[in-house]
């Protein structure tokens, strides 16, 4: 099962840290966790990707448990311009290693309120 | 520096009636995908590029073919439109495909209403 299980929405205030759950239990030693999101009506964004160790950018922290069943996404301060919905993604390799797909599923749904 | 730039940005077909979605990218890269969104749905891949002059299947290809005759687009046709291909398509390119680094890069997408 390459799937991702992700709450299907969140709020969070505005200011605040959001905390966004990915549980993904079945995956590889060798697969990425990958987070993207989208603004409405917008192709998706990269925000971070990470193998086995926290990792940190100028939009986000992701946050891997030592088990790598599980991450969390943190927005430090969200903004009402991180209103989107966030996708957690195991990057799963094509034939031939030929190129990588990225496998959405229904992601996380992120309101941030004023 | 226009990043991936898609076109139509929309476009309203009747069922049978064929069309090109085009895709180019300004960044050099090799890597170029096709994907569909249904409403309230994630992506899904239609087709990929892994250079100039190839091409190859994604998870729903059917009903689709795919060109890549130079590296900067990525043309995606519909030779005889169904309703069931209304959707958002969005195209996308990516300088590499390693597992460690796979970001991809999208356009704004094209909203497409086959009736």
């Known amino acids: 099962d390459a799937k991702t299980t992700q709450p299907t929405s969140m709020d969070c205030a505005e200011g605040r840290a959001a905390n966004l759950p990915c549980n993904h239990s079945t995956i590889s030693g060798n697969e990425y966790v990958y987070w993207y999101r989208q603004i409405h009506s917008q192709g998706p964004q990269y925000i971070i990707h990470?193998?086995?160790n926290n990792e940190t950018n100028e939009m986000a922290s992701l946050i891997i448990t030592e088990d790598r069943k599980s991450s969390t996404l943190i927005l430090p301060h969200a903004t009402l311009r991180d209103t989107a919905v966030y996708y957690c993604?195991?990057?799963?390799?094509?034939?031939?290693?030929?190129?990588?797909?990225?496998?959405f599923g229904g992601g996380t749904r992120l309101m941030v309120k004023p | 520096n226009a990043g991936v730039t898609q076109t139509p940005k929309f476009r309203v077909l009747k069922t049978g009636q064929s069309m090109t979605l085009l895709c180019a990218q300004d960044m050099n890269h090799e890597y170029m995908y096709w994907y569909r969104q249904d409403p309230g749905m994630g992506l899904r891949l239609i087709h990929y590029?892994?250079?100039?002059?190839?091409?190859a299947k994604g998870e729903v290809p059917d009903g689709y073919n795919v060109s890549r005759l130079k590296k900067q687009n990525f043309l995606l046709g519909l030779e005889s439109a169904a309703p069931s291909q209304t959707s958002v398509y969005f195209c996308?390119?990516?300088?590499?495909?390693?597992?460690?680094?796979?970001?991809?890069?999208f356009g704004p997408g094209t909203r497409l209403t086959v009736l």
């Open positions: 996308a390119s990516s300088r590499t495909s390693g597992a460690n680094y796979n970001e991809q890069f």
């Open positions: 590029s892994v250079g100039e002059g190839t091409t």
């Open positions: 993604i195991r990057i799963l390799r094509m034939n031939n290693n030929a190129g990588n797909m990225l496998t």
């Open positions: 990470g193998l086995k």
